[in-house]
């Protein structure tokens, strides 16, 4: 735990909302808050078009205004706010990997435009070692305290721990009520095998199977918070759908993301993927192996 919560700032009301559901997490959390702000838009090695000394008075200009806004709402906050000469992508990985977690912008439904240009914040929540929270500019009325921690749970109970810790987390801070979901579909011919039938026959069926491995996961951390009420909420249908079927009241979503690469290089997956596009809420994805 390395204790900061950071959030990334480009000016928009999408990173202004981020930078103020920051800092009430940094409150709850008891933690300062930094705030960033990348203006180098051309990598290192492209000719810049731009005169710089515009650009960095610039950056400086939507660092103070975060800054402003931050104050202004959590006077008793510890803040440190920098304007970083580097792109969007690297330097918002390396502050991900120095805090808590990483705070930023997205522009709603849609492609997730997230912080700065076109798929940065894509880029950013793909690869970030530490979790990433998505916030839009009108996640505003979902700051404060009522609203569910929906957190979507998949695969064997031991798989995942790191997301259902985060949720928890989350949900104890608050003093917030948790709803754990897990979606299950039918599987096909092919996923037939005597073993895993066995196990399915001996739970009492495909849904009891999926409510089961639930309960085991939660266990663990029902134990480690006991005063926070949990939900289980085990539903036929893809996860996506499910999910979003389930965060229509909730304060915040959480997701898990693999950390594995694919062939094609490290993605967030369609969870997460469904997640970031189309919830109300904030939603926090957080890695995984």
Do not use: N
């Amino acid at each position: 735990m390395t204790g900061v919560i950071t959030a990334g700032v480009d000016g928009s009301a999408e990173s202004l909302a981020a930078a103020d559901w920051a800092a009430r997490e940094a409150a709850l959390r008891g933690m300062p808050l930094r705030i960033v702000h990348a203006w180098l838009w051309q990598p290192l090695d492209v000719p810049a078009v731009q005169d710089q000394e515009a650009q960095a008075a610039s950056a400086h200009t939507v660092l103070r205004e975060a800054e402003t806004h931050v104050a202004g709402r959590h006077p008793q906050l510890e803040v440190t706010a920098e304007a970083v000469r580097d792109t969007a992508v690297a330097t918002l990985l390396r502050e991900a990997e120095a805090s808590e977690m990483l705070v930023l912008g997205s522009r709603g439904h849609g492609a997730l435009t997230g912080f700065l240009l076109g798929s940065c914040g894509q880029q950013v929540i793909a690869a970030a070692k530490r979790p990433v929270v998505s916030v839009r500019a009108r996640d505003g009325k979902t700051q404060g305290k009522g609203g569910e921690i929906v957190v979507g749970q998949q695969g064997p109970p031991e798989e995942g721990d790191a997301v259902l810790g985060f949720a928890f987390g989350e949900a104890a801070a608050r003093g917030a009520a948790l709803r754990a979901v897990r979606a299950w579909t039918l599987p096909s011919v092919f996923a037939y095998r005597p073993g895993s039938m066995r196990l399915v026959d001996e739970a009492g069926g495909l849904e009891p199977f999926e409510r089961k491995a639930l309960a085991e996961a939660l266990a663990p951390w029902r134990k480690r918070f006991p005063d926070v009420p949990v939900t289980e909420h085990v539903e036929i249908g893809s996860a996506g759908q499910v999910l979003l079927s389930a965060v229509s009241d909730a304060q915040l979503l959480v997701v898990g993301r693999r950390t594995r690469r694919a062939p094609v290089g490290t993605r967030i997956g369609s969870v997460a993927h469904a997640a970031l596009h189309h919830a109300p809420c904030p939603v926090a994805v957080v890695p995984h192996d």
